[in-house]
């Protein structure tokens, strides 16, 4: 079992706001990154460090942590939005090492 | 362009061992760690190993601790990760992966390899 908890998956109507969260103790002190997955795709990295988006990822992408819990916020949900959506931080062993959560599915109504 | 390149396909019998290579291009291979995730079929993401490209250095996830090799050819800017004593459980599609921090490994995964499917079957 991941030390990483998503919800498996998450609903939301098409251009509304949806939030993704990821819960771990592992979370409290370091940042997490966030990735779409769409079928037959390799990830695409969406956030990282404390709210950072790489180059080509949309504005609607932002990234909160609040304690043991982070977040992806989607701002108004596209449809292209449709995918899985994985966290992943350090995990608590406190090594260089990391873990994935379970990945939540993001369904656009 | 960054691009990574796997090798293929692999269908290995239990107990083997199977090495997947990742080239490489449009930047400079040392200057910045690999990761390795996989992803069997129906399951989620699962991240396995770093290697520097530069150093040699290498971390794994303590459930393949003794059963991953991490090497690297600087010469043909390649990676290779090398999995031993496998078993059903090991079928998934394996990823390499550019991480784009390159103080210390991070997992800011900016570029992946299109990924290499290894079956494991009798």
């Known amino acids: 079992s991941s030390e990483l908890t998503q919800d498996p998956a998450v609903s939301v109507a098409l251009g509304q706001t949806v939030r993704i969260t990821c819960q771990g103790d592992?979370?409290?002190?370091?940042?997490t990154t966030w990735y779409q997955r769409k079928p037959g795709q390799a990830p695409v990295l969406v956030i990282y460090?404390?709210?950072n988006r790489p180059s080509g990822i949309p504005d609607r992408f932002s990234g909160t942590s609040s304690g043991n819990t982070a977040s992806l916020t989607i701002t108004g949900v596209q449809a292209e939005d449709e995918a899985d959506y994985y966290c992943n931080s350090r995990d608590s062993s406190g090594n260089h090492s990391w873990v994935f959560g379970g990945g939540t599915k993001l369904t656009v109504l | 362009q960054v691009q990574l390149v796997q090798s293929g396909a692999e269908v290995k019998k239990p107990g083997a061992s199977v090495k997947v290579s990742c080239k490489a291009s449009g930047y400079t291979f040392t200057g910045y760690y690999i990761h390795w995730v996989r992803q069997a079929p129906g399951q989620g993401l699962e991240w396995m190993a770093w290697?520097?490209?530069?150093?040699?250095?290498?971390n794994f996830a303590q459930r393949f601790q003794g059963r991953v090799t991490m090497t690297r050819d600087t010469s043909i800017s390649t990676a290779y990760m090398e999995l031993s004593g496998l078993t059903s459980d090991d079928t998934a599609v394996y990823y390499c992966?550019?991480?784009?921090?390159?103080?210390?490994?991070?997992?800011?995964?900016?570029?992946w390899g299109q990924g290499t499917l290894v079956t494991v079957s009798s």
């Open positions: 592992s979370l409290r002190p370091y940042f």
């Open positions: 290697t520097s490209p530069n150093s040699g250095g290498t």
């Open positions: 992966a550019r991480d784009r921090s390159r103080q210390v490994p991070a997992t800011e995964l900016d570029y």
């Open positions: 460090g404390k709210n």
